[in-house]
């Protein structure tokens, strides 16, 4: 079986440092949505929170010696995975929740941001939590 993902935009933001988790992220940045994509946007308003599904198109290639991790805050003991935030997984996919600030068009300005400038996005989902 193979699975494919088109991106449907990218992230825009000029921040160099960013933190490791959308969580403690205080980043502003745009999510720059494909004009195909335009109608799709409705309903996504300031102080909404959305989430963000995208590639980490910038990590290097997964591999099993990468299934145990050591994450900078577990206090030097080993996690799996899928116990993990880490940029380095099996299909690369990447979720943040970020707040909505503004939107124009297929531009929303969002709050919380822990992606790269020029990261695929794969889709934008909104947050239900309460």
């Known amino acids: 079986m193979s699975v494919v993902f088109e991106p449907v935009g990218y992230v825009r933001t000029e921040a160099t440092t960013l933190p490791r988790h959308w969580s403690v992220s205080d980043v502003e940045g745009e999510l720059v949505v494909d004009d195909a994509y335009a109608t799709g946007l409705e309903g996504i ?9 995208f ?14 991790q050591r994450p900078p805050h577990a206090g030097g003991d080993k996690k799996g995975v899928f116990a993990t935030c880490s940029p380095h997984r099996p299909n690369g996919i990447g979720l943040s929740v970020v707040t909505v600030l503004e939107r124009t068009g297929t531009v929303i300005r969002v709050k919380g941001i822990d992606m790269r400038n020029n990261t695929p996005i794969l889709d934008i989902k909104p947050d239900v939590r309460p």
């Open 45 to 53: 308003e300031p102080g909404k929170r959305i989430v963000v599904l």
């Open 55 to 68: 590639h980490f198109n910038e990590s290097s290639p997964f591999s099993l010696t990468s299934l145990r």
